[in-house]
């Protein structure tokens, strides 16, 4: 009995040390599979009644998934949707927001009750 215990105390410090190492990895700039981060954000409000802003994220998504936008924030989407560029089928608009699909594809707009909208064209990825 006291071998299984020294075995399981054992296995126990070692499963605990390789949290610690994984967690520590994670703080060092790893994204944890499946999140988003949103790595710049520039705002210009030089133009009356309008603001445009530019946004760049960094996701690490599972395989057959791509970096989207759902609910007005950074997430991994199915890579079907930005191939076919049927954009409000990853939900991009907050609660209570209509999507709709520009003419061209070209990305979205949410628009509010009140009139509000906004207008997203996300950008081609650049080449690594």
């Known amino acids: 009995m006291k071998k299984l215990s020294a075995v399981g105390g054992a296995s126990l410090c070692c499963l605990l040390l390789?949290?610690?190492?994984?967690?520590?990895?994670?703080?060092?700039?790893?994204?944890?599979?499946?999140?988003?981060?949103?790595?710049?954000?520039?705002?210009?409000?030089?133009?009356?009644r309008c603001t445009i802003a530019r946004q760049t994220a960094r996701c690490a998504c599972r395989r057959g998934q791509i970096a989207g936008t759902t609910k007005a924030r950074p997430a991994c989407v199915d890579v079907r949707i930005v191939?076919?560029?049927?954009?409000?089928?990853?939900?991009?608009?907050?609660?209570?927001?209509?999507?709709?699909?520009?003419f061209n594809r070209s990305g979205w707009t949410c628009t509010k009750g009140s009139g509000h909208i906004k207008t997203v064209t996300p950008l081609p990825k650049e080449p690594s």
């Open 18 to 48: 390789l949290w610690v190492i994984h967690s520590h990895r994670l703080r060092e700039g790893q994204l944890a599979v499946g999140t988003c981060e949103i790595v710049m954000l520039n705002r210009d409000s030089n133009v009356p």
């Open 83 to 102: 191939r076919s560029r049927q954009w409000c089928e990853m939900a991009p608009c907050l609660e209570g927001e209509m999507c709709g699909l520009l």
